[in-house]
């Protein structure tokens, strides 16, 4: 019954090496999101796909890339991890202008 | 611009006593709200959602919110709080014309005995 799938739970890297963290859903729906939650803070908007059109947050750091190859997937790429990108990250989707769901998200530990 | 806020960092309750926890917004046009809660180490599950219509909306776990348009709040009530209730809370909004989903800082809950 899972709806938004995140694997894996839990990703160690290390300083430097490039990592990925997918993320997938059978809602079908047209917007995907990750987000970058760390301890005692809300999640922080990362970029959006809106169908195929790429949405960058304006902070986002060029380190952080997306690719969503299909309607169910989208992936998180870190070029170069940094210890300040240790964090949880969040995958959601959504219908335009409706209720984002989540899933349970990545935790990455960058050593 | 387009924000929720949560006044509150921290709350600590009595379990069986009631909740309420605070969110304020600003939007141009109607906003569409919604509430969150999130245990440690979990992704985030939707409690309730308003959209439109009635402005008093049940979720899940008995609790509910109250859209309020002249304080421009949408507070989450329980009226008996568990143990298993303590977590973070956020409040989160969007509208319809649009992607960005915009979340307040959350609220800690905690229990005590």
């Known amino acids: 019954d899972a709806m938004v799938i995140q694997n894996p739970r839990y990703q160690v890297t290390q300083f430097g090496k490039p990592v990925t963290l997918s993320c997938s859903q059978t809602?079908?729906?047209?917007?995907m999101y990750w987000y970058q939650q760390k301890s005692s803070q809300a999640p922080k908007l990362l970029f959006h796909?809106?169908?195929?059109?790429?949405?960058n947050e304006a902070d986002t750091p060029d380190n952080f890339q997306s690719r969503r190859p299909n309607t169910s997937f989208c992936f998180l790429d870190i070029r170069s991890p940094g210890l300040g990108d240790a964090a949880m990250y969040l995958c959601?989707?959504?219908?335009?202008?409706?209720?984002?769901?989540f899933g349970p998200g990545t935790r990455l530990l960058v050593l | 611009a387009q924000s929720v806020t949560q006044p509150d960092i921290h709350i600590t309750v009595s379990e069986g006593a009631s909740l309420e926890l605070r969110c304020n917004y600003s939007?141009?046009?109607?906003?569409?709200l919604f509430w969150y809660v999130q245990s440690p180490g979990q992704g985030l599950q939707l409690l309730l959602k308003?959209?439109?219509?009635?402005?008093l909306v049940q979720g899940i776990k008995g609790f509910e919110a109250e859209f309020k348009r002249s304080q421009s709040s949408f507070n989450l009530r329980k009226p008996s709080v568990h143990w298993s209730d303590a977590a973070e809370y956020f409040c989160?909004?969007?509208?319809?014309?649009?992607?960005?989903?915009?979340f307040g800082t959350g609220t800690s809950l905690t229990v005590i005995p």
């Open positions: 796909y809106y169908d195929k059109d790429f949405n």
């Open positions: 308003y959209f439109s219509g009635d402005t």
């Open positions: 809602l079908n729906h047209n917007v």
């Open positions: 939007y141009g046009a109607t906003p569409y």
């Open positions: 959601a989707t959504s219908r335009k202008g409706e209720t984002q769901y």
């Open positions: 989160a909004g969007t509208t319809n014309t649009g992607n960005q989903f915009y």
